[in-house]
């Protein structure tokens, strides 16, 4: 409810083909299809390698998102999607 009255007030007015920013519904839970499967993967990943830099549920709260936020993805499926010339 909260992003569909964001979407109204950000392409108000607007035709659609002129939408400032567009929703994309991605298949929940396949990461065979969503490419935001593939970054919730990575970061877990890296969180299971570096499990020893991280003693408290804390540490691993801050460490996901600063790995996920330095990190530039690049995933063929996201094509299925949209054409993004540049990296994700």
Avoid: M
Avoid at 6 to 29: D, G, I, M, R, S
């Amino acid at each position: 409810e909260a992003v569909q009255a964001y979407l109204n007030k950000v392409n108000e007015n607007l035709e659609e083909q002129e939408w400032k920013v567009t929703c994309l519904l991605f298949a929940p839970h396949a990461p065979e299809q969503n490419p935001v499967e593939d970054v919730w993967l990575r970061g877990k990943n890296f969180l299971r390698k570096h499990f020893y830099k991280n003693k408290t549920f804390r540490q691993v709260k801050s460490c996901f998102p600063d790995f996920i936020n330095n990190q530039t993805f690049d995933f063929n499926k996201i094509n299925w999607y949209l054409n993004i010339p540049q990296s994700v």
